[in-house]
């Protein structure tokens, strides 16, 4: 009702959050745009399987954060399909192939090796699956399709030509990650979703409010670093409003 502050809105429940207990940490899932909509009913899908999945968005931690969660909401599912399985199961690897080199990558693979008697099936994030070197692929594919990992692959949207590098059993990772390819579209390509997005960030400091010049800076950005820019850039704003009103001036001076 104040002519100074934007309009509070609702955003409708999703069913397939209700089993995770984390919403507050999937808030870059809650725009309302067709491609966010689009988004939450792919991951839904996903979900729902066993699949391998092939994770598209501009580079960042919410990649392997989603992949995660999709293995746990897949784990929930399984439990609850067969309360007296009592194999309990180790928190998803995550492969960061960009710090991979042939030492680290044989270091990782008996790591896997070593929890194997927790869980028989490891669950495996490969996160920026393009900066693998060419080298280290075909050892890593193999491994993966000898040992049977339940993995879920992550790239960036230009990676697709790099990708095409490998022998025989590359050329299989690739051909089973893409099953299922979820695209992430980047915030600067989906402006309508920032206030939405803004107001689900929020949900964690329900009492902060916002002028209108503070929207508009964020809507005039270009997030170059996507969603990894967006969250330090409103927790810095957060802790500038000693008053609980957001204002231009409170976020990053790189962001304005």
């Avoid at 050329?171 to 990650?177: P, R, V």
Wanted: include cysteine.
């Amino acid at each position: 009702l104040e002519g100074d502050f934007h309009q509070r809105i609702e955003l409708p429940a999703l069913d397939v959050w209700e089993s995770d207990p984390n919403l507050e940490s999937i808030w870059y899932l809650q725009g309302q745009s067709l491609a966010s909509q689009t988004l939450r009913q792919q991951l839904q899908l996903a979900i729902q399987g066993s699949h391998p999945l092939q994770i598209v968005g501009a580079p960042g931690k919410y990649q392997a954060a989603v992949a995660g969660m999709v293995f746990n909401e897949r784990r929930l599912k399984q439990a609850q399909a067969q309360p007296t399985d009592k194999k309990s199961k180790v928190s998803p690897f995550t492969i960061d192939c960009s710090l991979m080199d042939k030492d680290l990558l044989q270091s990782t693979f008996e790591w896997i090796d070593d929890t194997r008697r927790k869980s028989p099936t490891p669950e495996v994030i490969l996160h920026r699956l393009e900066l693998l070197p060419s080298e280290l692929r075909e050892t890593l594919a193999r491994i993966c399709k000898e040992q049977k990992w339940d993995f879920i692959v992550t790239v960036a949207p230009n990676a697709k030509e790099s990708l095409h590098e490998g022998g025989s059993a590359w050329e299989w990772l690739m051909a089973s990650s893409r099953i299922q390819c979820i695209e992430f579209v980047p915030l600067s390509d989906r402006i309508d979703d920032i206030e939405s997005l803004l107001w689900a960030w929020m949900r964690r400091s329900p009492a902060v409010r916002w002028k209108p010049s503070f929207l508009d800076t964020l809507l005039a950005y270009s997030w170059p670093e996507d969603i990894d820019d967006m969250d330090p850039a409103l927790e810095h704003a957060v802790k500038e409003a000693l008053q609980g009103v957001l204002e231009e001036t409170h976020l990053p001076i790189s962001l304005r």
